[in-house]
C-alpha cells in the first residue's frame, strides 16, 4: 500500500540554524501539507501545496518557512532560522481525492 | 471560522466497555468534510474516516461507528467492546469544502486498561 514517508525521523539542531525536513508524498497525490505538533498539543496547520504553489498557509507560516517540490517527487520544508519554540513534530501529508495521509513525522529539537 | 471541540481530554475505560469520544464543529459552509484520525504512542497519524456534509448516515467498520448529527453539529466516534490495542489520542478534523486547510481538535486521550 502506498504511503508518505519522510525524512529524518529525528534532527537535532542549534538555535539560528536552518533545517530541511523532506516528505515524499503519495505518488498520484496532487495535494501536499505540513502540520506540526507540539508535544502533547494538537496538529497544526501550516500549509498546504497545490499545483506547485501555497494554495493556503497559517499565521504560523511566516517568512522563516518555505516549502518547495523540488524534482517532483519530493516536497520539502526549510526552516530557515530556527527558534526554540519550533521544537516539534513535523508531519508531511498528501491528498488525493479527499482522504488526506500522513507521514510518519520528523521530530525536531532545536537546542 | 471554523472550529472543531473536543471536550473529552482524556477517558479511561476497562477493556471490553464501549466507549464514545465527542467531537463538535463549527462552520457557515453548508458543504465540508469530517475526519477522525489515531494516533497510537507510537506517534503517527492513521486516517480512520472521512464523511461528508451531504451524507448523515451513519457508519460501521467493525468495532468502530461513527454517528453524525447535523442538527447538533456532532460527528461522534464510538468503540465498542474496546481493546487495549485502542489506547491512543483521536482527533477529530474539519475541512470546508472549497479549501485545502484541516482543522484539528485538541484530541481525546483515550487509556483502555487490561
Known amino acids: 500500500e502506498p504511503e508518505v514517508t519522510q525524512t529524518p525521523s529525528h534532527q537535532v539542531t542549534q538555535m539560528g540554524q536552518e533545517v530541511i525536513l523532506r516528505c515524499v508524498p503519495i505518488s498520484n497525490h496532487l495535494y501536499f501539507y505540513w502540520y506540526r505538533q ?3 498539543q494538537k496538529v497544526e496547520f501550516l500549509v498546504s501545496f497545490y499545483n506547485n504553489e501555497i494554495s493556503e498557509k497559517s499565521e504560523i507560516f511566516d517568512d522563516q518557512f518555505s516549502v518547495e517540490r ?4 519530493n516536497f520539502t520544508l526549510k ?5 526554540l519554540e519550533d521544537s516539534a513534530m513535523y508531519f508531511c501529508a ?6 488526506q495521509f500522513f507521514g ?8 | 471560522a471554523q472550529k472543531v471541540t473536543q471536550a473529552q481530554t482524556e477517558i479511561s475505560v476497562v477493556e471490553k466497555e464501549d466507549v464514545t469520544l465527542d467531537c463538535v464543529y463549527e462552520t457557515r459552509d453548508t458543504t465540508y468534510y469530517l475526519f477522525w484520525y489515531k494516533q497510537p504512542p507510537s506517534g503517527e497519524l492513521v486516517f480512520l474516516i472521512r464523511r461528508n456534509s451531504f451524507d448523515e448516515q451513519n457508519e460501521i467498520s467493525g468495532r468502530y461507528s461513527w454517528n453524525f ?3 447538533t453539529s456532532s460527528f461522534n466516534f464510538t468503540i465498542t467492546a474496546s481493546q487495549v490495542v485502542d489506547s491512543a489520542v483521536y482527533f477529530c478534523a474539519l475541512r470546508v469544502s472549497g479549501t485545502y486547510k484541516y482543522i484539528f481538535g485538541t484530541g481525546t486521550r483515550l487509556k483502555v486498561l487490561a
Open chain 1, 38 to 40: 507540539i508535544l502533547g
Open chain 1, 70 to 73: 523540488p524534482d517532483g517527487s
Open chain 1, 79 to 83: 526552516i530557515r532560522s530556527t527558534k
Open chain 1, 94 to 99: 498528501s491528498r488525493g481525492d479527499n482522504e
Open chain 1, 104 to 111: 510518519p513525522g520528523t521530530r525536531l529539537t532545536v537546542l
Open chain 2, 69 to 71: 448529527q447535523k442538527s
